[in-house]
């Protein structure tokens, strides 16, 4: 589950790294392993879920100051600190 958490993270990390994307925009463009060609395939539920765990490793990489939060016109973006994250810790 770390190894998963750390290659989504950096996958997230490499997208954002020269544009501020929003949450939407972030998980249209990941990897995904569904039975669709392209985001424009899944249909909502998919994508409300798949937006949903994507916020959830938004706020992490926040919390851990991998990345910046950007509000303009009352829309929040990220944008990242670093290409890549070599390891996590998982800290009880």
């Known amino acids: 589950m770390r190894d998963h958490h750390l290659d989504r993270c950096n996958e997230i990390l490499q997208i954002i790294w020269e544009e501020e994307l929003n949450a939407y925009q972030i998980a249209s463009l990941l990897h995904w392993n569904v039975d669709c060609t392209s985001w424009n395939q899944f249909d909502p539920f ?5 937006i949903g765990e994507k916020i959830s490793h938004l706020k992490f990489l926040e919390s851990e100051r991998f990345i910046d939060r950007v509000e303009k016109d009352e829309k929040i973006f990220y944008l ?7 390891s996590l810790r998982i800290n009880r």
Do not use: G, T
């Open 46 to 50: 998919q994508k409300w879920m798949a």
């Open 80 to 86: 990242a600190k670093l290409r890549n994250i070599p």
